[in-house]
């Protein structure tokens, strides 16, 4: 799953008056631009699986809660800065964002990465791949002999396959399926699936242990009574990893 680098280790703000007990309302933050986990519909709410999601673990741990939207490449600043409670986001737990944030256990499991092109011949070692900034892709593409091409949308990095300007995007496949399906053939997948990412988490200031212990209870219970994975089918498609 998506998964910020963070490059810097600036983010000693912590955010004041931040303990569970001090929220009428928690504010859950998304980025609203990533479907099916996370999109903005078109009544301009926050809609997707992790809407869904958040919404049925606020009300098992008894909690008020709004949705909050923030850009991805600034969402753990915003986060330890105050400007929301907990991000659900299709965040990956990764090494580097927990020497910043804390998360509850996932609720996804790994899912893979994948390559989508426009042509079977696409260059995926030497050629120019796109990603979305800050990702656990990017990253990956980081570390081979291709060029990355960064963007701060997703859909931006489709557009780049489709425009020629980059030879293949590197991303969730989850995310790249109705990419694909609805390109009427001119987008394939190609190469092999990569298994990138730790699995989805929310993420809380670690001055916040007990709002985050009330949703890790919360989203054991879903696990629990089978009624995460049904959600996953739902949501994700009945191929993607459950519990």
């Not at 986060?79 to 020497?99: C, H």
Request: glycine fraction near 10%; hydrophobic fraction near 45%; charge should be negative.
């Amino acid at each position: 799953m998506k998964s910020l680098i963070l490059g810097t280790a600036a983010l000693a703000i912590t955010a004041s008056m931040a303990v569970a007990e001090s929220h009428s309302v928690v504010r859950l933050g998304t980025e609203g631009a990533y479907p099916p986990y996370n999109f903005i519909n078109d009544a301009g709410e926050v809609d997707g699986f992790e809407r869904v999601l958040g919404d049925e673990l606020c009300k098992r741990a008894e909690l008020t809660c709004e949705w909050v939207t923030n850009d991805w490449d600034s969402i753990i600043p915003n986060l330890v800065s105050g400007n929301y409670d907990a991000i659900i986001a299709g965040m990956s737990i990764t090494p580097e964002r927990q020497e910043v944030v804390d998360f509850t256990q996932n609720y996804t499991p790994p899912s893979p990465s994948a390559f989508v092109a426009a042509s079977e011949g696409a260059d995926l070692e030497g050629g120019v791949i796109a990603a979305q900034t800050g990702t656990i892709q990017a990253a990956h593409i980081a570390e081979t002999g291709a060029t990355i091409l960064e963007f701060p949308n997703p859909d931006e990095t489709v557009a780049a396959v489709v425009s020629g300007e980059a030879d293949a995007v590197l991303a969730d496949k989850d995310f790249l399926i109705p990419a694909v399906e609805e390109s009427g053939g001119a987008l394939m997948f190609v190469g092999e699936d990569l298994p990138l990412g730790g699995g989805i988490g929310m993420a809380f200031r670690k001055s916040d242990p007990d709002l985050r212990a009330k949703f890790d209870a919360a989203i054991q219970t879903m696990k629990d009574d089978g009624t995460l994975n049904a959600m996953i089918a739902e949501h994700l498609g009945e191929d993607s990893p459950a519990f």
